[in-house]
Antibody, heavy 120, light 110 residues
Framework: EVQLVESGGDLVQPGGSLRLSCAAS????????MHWVRQAPGKGLVWVSR????????RYADSVKGRFTISRDNAKSTVYLQMNSLRGEDTAVYYC?????????????WGQGTTVTVSS | QSALTQPPSASGSPGQSVTISCTGT?????????VSWYQHHPGKTPKLIIY???ERPSGVPDRFSGSKSGNTASLTVSGLQAEDEAEYYC??????????FGGGTKLTVL
């Protein structure tokens, strides 16, 4: 079964850091672009970041650029999101999602999400 | 990186058809055929229902269809069923630096 399982969400103070993980199974992880998408409480989906198959190409939304870093370990079939200098507006459910072989492919598999709360 | 524009709500009775619009610009929706639609039931995982403007993934009923004209994409749900009640999001590739989502449309089956 194709599956993505996120972990690492927590309550963190403003200015703090957190690392999210997303473990993939059921498919050849190294063949796919991977994305992070978030949903703030009561709001819609917002794309956060994406990475190509071998980790050499990374892109970020303006709102997180310079604070968040996406990475992957193909040997572990895991993608990560390192989040630094967290702000209240980063509070959201964070989903990892599978892209395709190309940067523009749709997101066809999503994880169940992990909740990040930034509050003092 | 402005979000795509969707109506906040849409509704229809069982068996009817409803169309949800998604308006962007020539830099996203109008510039690429990489528009997708996602169905999101509360508490569940978003589900891809349309990709590349009008393609349906395996297992998605043909009651769901997509189209595009200029800077506006559309999702049509025909033969509405109770289980279609959900939030629907459009998305468009917007070049190397972005992927845009719409604000979401809550579809109510009356």
């Amino acid at each position: 079964e194709v599956q993505l399982v996120e972990s690492g969400g927590d309550l963190v103070q403003p200015g703090g850091s957190l690392r999210l993980s997303c473990a993939a199974s059921g498919f050849t992880f190294s063949s796919y672009w991977m994305h992070w998408v978030r949903q703030a409480p009561g709001k819609g989906l917002v794309w956060v970041s994406r990475m190509d198959r071998d980790g050499s190409y990374k892109r970020y939304a303006d709102s997180v650029k310079g604070r968040f870093t996406i990475s992957r370990d193909n040997a572990k079939s895991t993608v990560y999101l390192q989040m630094n200098s967290l702000r209240g507006e980063d509070t959201a459910v964070y989903y990892c999602a599978r892209g395709g072989n190309y940067e523009w492919n749709a997101l066809d598999v999503w994880g169940q999400g992990t909740t990040v709360t930034v509050s003092s | 990186q402005s979000a795509l524009t969707q109506p906040p709500s849409a509704s229809g009775s069982p068996g009817q058809s409803v169309t949800i619009s998604c308006t962007g610009t020539s830099s996203d929706v109008g510039g690429y055929n990489h528009v997708s639609w996602y169905q999101h039931h509360p508490g569940k995982t978003p589900k891809l229902i349309i990709y590349e403007v009008s393609e349906r993934p395996s297992g998605v009923p043909d009651r769901f269809s997509g189209s595009k004209s200029g800077n506006t994409a559309s999702l049509t749900v025909s033969g509405l069923q109770a289980e279609d009640e959900a939030e629907y999001y459009c998305s468009s590739f917007a070049g190397s630096n972005s992927l845009l989502f719409g604000g979401g449309t809550k579809l109510t089956v009356l």
